[in-house]
T-cell receptor
Framework: EAQVTQNPRYLITVTGKKLTVTCSQN?????MSWYRQDPGLGLRQIYY???????DKGDVPEGYKVSRKEKRNFPLILESPSPNQTSLYFC????????????FGPGTRLTVL | SQQGEEDPQALSIQEGENATMNCSYK?????LQWYRQNSGRGLVHLIL?????REKHSGRLRVTLDTSKKSSSLLITASRAADTASYFC??????????FGTGTSLTVIP
């Protein structure tokens, strides 16, 4: 089954404790992206990657890191989480052409205390 | 911000009625897409309209695009209770970033 998977689905952590949210897709998509969703603000793009070893900042990259060492995986790293990073996070992927329908993962709900 | 804005923020209608929601954006685009999100879940792609298209249909969905006004509308005809969800427009301007709107929350009352 074609899908985007994220782990963990739920995470409660404390300020400053490094964490990684994994994202994997099995559709051989070139483009992958991370979003955060907050009430009243919609979805905002954090980082995106157009292919292996190619990553770019989105609208809200501060406090986040990403890597794209393999085509299928695009982990999101929070080196020192803070409470304002409490949010619902989505990973998405799409074929890299000019018109990109995105396929979304199920989401990771992160709470930073 | 280049983020789009949906209007209205919330919409409540009776089953069988049509639902119309609008999206406005700020920059030139390659295409505009509409997505649906059931509460707390991942978004699902509904329809894509290219910048050189004015109208597109898919089942009970009708999307229009007016690039001169930088706006789009999504019409859901003969709504069903299962259409209850949030609907987002997404724009792809000149680069490869995606900009989502803030969403319209649709409630269809059986």
């Amino acid at each position: 089954e074609a899908q985007v998977t994220q782990n963990p689905r739920y995470l409660i952590t404390v300020t400053g404790k490094k964490l990684t949210v994994t994202c994997s897709q099995n559709m051989n998509h070139e483009y992958m992206s991370w979003y955060r969703q907050d009430p009243g603000l919609g979805l905002r793009q954090i980082y995106y990657s157009m292919n292996v070893e190619v990553t770019d900042k989105g609208d809200v990259p501060e406090g986040y890191k990403v890597s794209r060492k393999e085509k299928r995986n695009f982990p999101l790293i929070l080196e020192s989480p803070s409470p304002n990073q409490t949010s619902l996070y989505f990973c998405a992927s799409s074929i890299m052409d000019r018109y990109n329908e995105q396929f979304f993962g199920p989401g990771t709900r992160l709470t930073v205390l | 911000s280049q983020q789009g804005e949906e209007d209205p923020q919330a919409l409540s209608i009776q089953e069988g009625e049509n639902a119309t929601m609008n999206c406005s954006y700020k920059t030139s685009i390659n295409n505009l897409q509409w997505y649906r999100q059931n509460s707390g879940r991942g978004l699902v792609h509904l329809i894509l309209i290219r910048s050189n298209e004015r109208e597109k249909h898919s089942g009970r969905l009708r999307v229009t695009l007016d690039t001169s006004k930088k706006s789009s509308s999504l019409l859901i005809t003969a709504s069903r209770a299962a259409d209850t969800a949030s609907y987002f427009c997404a724009t792809v301007p000149t680069g490869n970033q995606f900009y989502f709107g803030t969403g319209t929350s649709l409630t269809v009352i059986p």
